[in-house]
């Protein structure tokens, strides 16, 4: 079995990658001795720079091998983009100055008062992951996945992460967290992006 190293902490976004790995035999390891690496600063302005940073950084510590790093969050037309890069300190007094990552539940507070006098049709948006892939300290290749949606009034769903229960996809009618790890990564941005990934590795061998 193929194994794929991530550099990440965030038990969600593992189970994300575990889940769109599943039907590719795909094993998903967390970067050995991840906890005790020195922090990547995420200052980028796109979801792209951020991602790169982090593979070419964690890469280092892994030699020989590929590790794949995402960033990821959610666009609102109506907020002009936000949270975007700030997706995961949104509710933070200041999120651009690097503060640490806020709860979801407070994430998703603010979004819900951001978007209160917002009517429905207005309230469209969409998930972005941006995966880079690195070895060695070299970025090999760039991913890009995106799900449209709508941002609902109110949470609807237990699985999932983040913004996932008040995202709500047309396609499927249901929130993010209304679907299993697996169904998921069939509709959602970060399952679009790991499957380029995979496409991109047969491609390679």
């Known amino acids: ?69 995402d960033d990821s969050g959610l666009e609102v037309n109506a907020l002009g983009g936000a949270p975007g890069v700030h997706s995961a300190r949104y509710a933070a007094e200041q999120p651009h100055l690097l503060s ?13 008062r951001e978007l209160k006098k917002v009517p429905p049709e207005n309230r469209a948006g969409r998930f972005v992951c941006v995966i880079a892939a690195a070895r060695d300290g070299e970025i ?26 008040l995202f709500y996809s047309p396609r499927i009618k249901k929130t993010f967290a209304e679907l299993t790890p697996e169904e998921k990564a069939t509709y959602s941005h970060r399952g679009e992006a790991f499957r380029k990934f995979i496409s991109w590795s047969i491609d390679q061998r």
Not at 4 to 13: D, E, F, V, W
Not at 100 to 112: G, I, K, M, P, S
Not at 140 to 153: K, N, P, S, W
């Open 140 to 165: 090999l290749a760039v991913f890009r996945g995106q799900a449209e949606g709508m941002i609902l009034d109110r949470p609807r769903g237990s699985n999932g992460f983040g913004y996932d229960p």
């Open 1 to 69: 079995m193929q194994r794929i190293l991530i550099a990440t902490s965030n038990q969600g976004k593992l189970r994300d990658f575990a889940g769109a790995a599943a039907p590719h035999g795909i094993e998903i390891a967390l970067l050995a001795n991840y906890a005790s690496l020195p922090e990547v600063k995420e200052d980028g302005d796109t979801f792209e720079a951020n991602a790169r940073k982090k593979a070419e950084h964690y890469s280092r510590h892994a030699a020989g091998e590929i590790v794949l790093a």
């Open 100 to 112: 640490n990552n806020t709860d979801d539940q407070a994430n998703n507070a603010r979004l819900l």
